[in-house]
């Protein structure tokens, strides 16, 4: 009796531990299913928000397409603002003079000014990135002023840049092309960036940057940005604001010649310029889309550094700047003795040959009086695309992100491929 007794005992433990057990599964099973539901959950919630962000951008962009337009429209100019310490970039804030609504833009795209500037005999035409995110009332430029060259003290300032400082004022009513450029950010994608601004060059992409954070989400963005010093430093306090409240985005700011007062973890992140190798040490990978602004130099040492690191071409958008952002150089002498190939200008009535000392057809027309409009000299605005009647012309190295139609040609970045006859 007692030896049933005591199997029956075991008996009963072991059949309360089958129970603990099935139960203890059971809860378990349960918890992973909840889980792997909740978590399901979380990314059709995720895929539909994207979905939606995403339809609801195409429509924006089919509402701001419509609501561009052709040629010049006036804006006035509602406000400046001085951005950096050394009161040499400004930002200048534009609405639309007949109060009418403004199109969008996709970050990274700018504004063609047409400038009626003092003591020049025909207009300016300039193209300056837009600085800020897409707003239904403003667009915003922030302008560096360009001075005369340190190793040509003799030349020109920057004529366009020193207007906009020195005349343009609130209450100005200025000519501009509606937003275009095919340097922006994709909007649509999740995909890590690295956003690179040497000097002035830091406004297309603050335009991504600020774009980034006011549709909130967790894209990760790297942010570089390469001053000079702290007296050069643009919209600090700014980006201070951004890197503290948005834990997705990482600010790195770069000082190529501290002053002895700035201090580094203070004033500025790096004694040094932004370079790949900053970008080795820092990064956790390579694979990030790069987009970047900045003076050719910078540019092309960047970009080959890039691609021997591996990163594909297609992952690095540029948009560079030189005399493009304003200084008006000086005019070259036209050689009459030179033997190139013949260019004639039909318009004109003139036949000249080519001199190769020039680097594009629209500085050889300027030389020789034949008047072709120009704002980016990049490849980039279209300003200059000039209809080629007859003959061909080589961009060479320099292939433009301007599409330009079959029969046309944009003048500041290439040359002649032998006769040429153009609408000039």
Known sequence: MAFLAQSSWILGVFVMLGLMTSTLLFVIDSFRRSRNEREIHELETQRMRIAVQKAREKHEQSISKSLSWSGNRKFEVVRREIESPDEQ???????????????????????????????????????????????????????????????????????????????????????????????????????????????????????????????????????????????????????????????????????????????????????GRVSVELFKQMLPSNNYQFLMCGPPPMMETVIEDLENWGVPDADILRESFGPASGRKAPVMQVNENAEGPEITFKRAGKTVNWDPAFESIVKFAEANGCDIPYACLAGNCGTCLTTLIDGKVSYGDNQPDYDAEEGTFLACSCVPDGAIYIDV
């Open 89 to 271: 970039i400004c930002s200048f804030y534009l609405e639309a003079h007949d109060h009418r609504p403004i199109p969008g833009f996709e970050p990274g795209q700018f504004l063609t000014f047409e400038l009626k500037v003092p003591g020049e005999t025909s207009t300016v035409t300039r193209c300056y990135s837009l600085s800020d995110a897409s707003d239904e009332k403003l667009y915003r430029v922030s302008i560096k002023r360009v001075p005369a060259p340190r190793d040509f003290p003799e030349a020109a300032p920057g004529v366009s840049s020193n207007f906009f400082h020195d005349n343009v004022d609130v209450g100005h009513i200025l000519d501009v092309r509606a937003p275009s450029g095919k340097f922006f950010l994709d909007t649509t994608s999740d995909r890590p960036i690295v956003l690179i601004g040497g000097g002035v060059g830091i406004t297309p992409v603050l335009s991504m940057l600020n774009t980034v954070t006011a549709m909130g989400g967790n894209r990760e963005v790297w942010f570089f940005y390469g001053t000079i010093d702290s007296n050069s430093h643009a919209m600090r306090e700014h980006l201070e604001t951004v890197k503290a409240s948005h834990s997705n985005v990482k600010v790195v700011v770069c000082y190529s010649r501290p002053l002895e007062t700035d201090q580094e973890g203070v004033d500025y992140d790096v004694n």
